[in-house]
Nanobody, 119 residues
Framework: QVQLVESGGGLVQAGGSLRLSCAAS????????MGWYRQAPGKLRELVAT???????NYADAMKGRFTISRDNAKNTVYLQMNSLKPEDTAVYYC?????????????WGQGTQVTVSS
């Protein structure tokens, strides 16, 4: 059974920092592309950052320079370091694991962790 468990969310003041973690189990973690997405109330889920199994990163424009995605394959964990947080970063943050293999897509999501940034 695949599980992605996020942690590290919470309440922080604007300008502060948080580090999210996502621990994966039930998958061969190192061959999966990992990502963070977020969903604010009344809005669609949006990309935050992705980190491929090969080490390539991709960030949404609004997060560039403030957020850093990283992974520790030995711990089956992906991280999201968030600095200079803004009230508009308030959302539920979701971890994603994805892999395409032989025309099949393996796509898993965590339950999410709430991040609230106060002004």
């Amino acid at each position: 059974q695949v599980q992605l468990v996020e942690s590290g969310g919470g309440l922080v003041q604007a300008g502060g920092s948080l580090r999210l973690s996502c621990a994966a189990s039930g998958i061969f973690f190192s061959i999966y592309d990992m990502g963070w997405y977020r969903q604010a109330p009344g809005k669609l889920r949006e990309l935050v950052a992705t980190l491929s199994s090969a080490g390539s990163t991709n960030y949404a424009d609004a997060m560039k320079g403030r957020f850093t995605i990283s992974r520790d394959n030995a711990k089956n964990t992906v991280y999201l370091q968030m600095n200079s947080l803004k009230p508009e970063d308030t959302a539920v943050y979701y971890c994603n694991a994805r892999r395409e293999f032989l025309s099949k897509i393996f796509d898993y999501w965590g339950q999410g962790t709430q991040v609230t940034v106060s002004s």
